[in-house]
T-cell receptor, first 116, second 112 residues
Framework: AQSVAQPEDQVNVAEGNPLTVKCTYS??????LFWYVQYPNRGLQFLLK??????LVKGSYGFEAEFNKSQTSFHLKKPSALVSDSALYFC??????????????FGKGTKLSVIP | KAGVTQTPRYLIKTRGQQVTLSCSPI?????VSWYQQTPGQGLQFLFE???????NKGNFPGRFSGRQFSNSRSEMNVSTLELGDSALYLC???????????FGPGTRLTVT
C-alpha cells in the first residue's frame, strides 16, 4: 500500500537555527513527492515538489527538500528558521491509482514551532 | 490568476440534514479533488473529478458524493449528516498528473 510517514508530530526550533521536518514514503514505482504548509484556518499552500532529476529541490520561502531513494525519504529543510515559518507541514506522495488517475496521499502532518 | 475558491466558508448543520459545498478551480485546471481534514484522521482523500468524470474515490460512505460541471466547477454533497462529518473540507485543482495541487481555503462544516 502507498503511504507517507511523518515521524514527528511536533518540531521545535530556535529562530535562526536550521530546521528539518522528516518524511518517509512507501510507494511502488517512481513517486511524485510534495510538501505543503498550512497556516491556521487556511488551506494548504504548495512549497515544493520532486518529480525527477536533481535530488535537491528548492521551493518557496527558502525551503528545500532532498529526495533520497535508498532511504525512501524526502525531508524538508531550511538553513535559518523564521518565527513566521511556524505552521503545520504536510508531506504527500502522488501515485498512479489506475485508469489514468493519480491519487495524492498525505502524511499526518508535523507542527513546526519556531521559538524567538 | 485567481486561486481556488470555495463557498461557503462556514456552515452549521443539524444531524440528518444534507449539505452542498462548491469549488471553483483555477482557470484552465480540469482536475478537481476533495479532501476531508479532521484533527484525528488528518487529510483524507474523498474523490477526484476530471472533465466531469469521477476518476478516483476514497474510502468514504455513499453519503458523500460529488460532481463536476463543464466549466470544471465542482460540488460535493453530504446527505444524512452525522456528527462525525464535522470537518474542514478542502478542494484542490491541478493541471495534470505531475502538477501540484492548489488548494482553496476550505469550508468549515459543523454538524450539531
Amino acid at each position: 500500500a502507498q503511504s507517507v510517514a511523518q515521524p514527528e508530530d511536533q518540531v521545535n526550533v530556535a529562530e535562526g537555527n536550521p530546521l528539518t521536518v522528516k518524511c518517509t514514503y512507501s510507494v511502488s514505482g517512481n513517486p511524485y513527492l510534495f510538501w505543503y504548509v498550512q497556516y491556521p484556518n487556511r488551506g494548504l499552500q504548495f512549497l515544493l515538489k520532486y518529480i525527477t532529476g536533481d535530488n535537491l529541490v528548492k521551493g518557496s520561502y527558502g525551503f528545500e527538500a532532498e529526495f533520497n531513494k535508498s532511504q525512501t525519504s524526502f525531508h524538508l529543510k531550511k538553513p535559518s528558521a523564521l518565527v513566521s515559518d511556524s505552521a503545520l507541514y504536510f508531506c504527500a506522495v502522488k501515485f498512479h491509482s489506475g485508469a489514468g488517475s493519480y491519487q495524492l496521499t498525505f502524511g499526518k502532518g508535523t507542527k513546526l514551532s519556531v521559538i524567538p | 490568476k485567481a486561486g481556488v475558491t470555495q463557498t461557503p466558508r462556514y456552515l452549521i448543520k443539524t444531524r440528518g440534514q444534507q449539505v452542498t459545498l462548491s469549488c471553483s478551480p483555477i482557470s484552465g485546471h480540469r482536475s478537481v479533488s476533495w479532501y476531508q481534514q479532521t484533527p484525528g484522521q488528518g487529510l483524507q482523500f474523498l474523490f477526484e473529478y476530471f472533465s466531469e468524470t469521477q476518476r478516483n474515490k476514497g474510502n468514504f460512505p455513499g453519503r458523500f458524493s460529488g460532481r463536476q460541471f463543464s466549466n470544471s466547477r465542482s460540488e460535493m454533497n453530504v446527505s444524512t449528516l452525522e456528527l462525525g462529518d464535522s470537518a474542514l473540507y478542502l478542494c484542490a485543482s491541478s493541471l495534470g498528473e505531475r502538477g501540484e495541487q492548489y488548494f482553496g481555503p476550505g469550508t468549515r462544516l459543523t454538524v450539531t
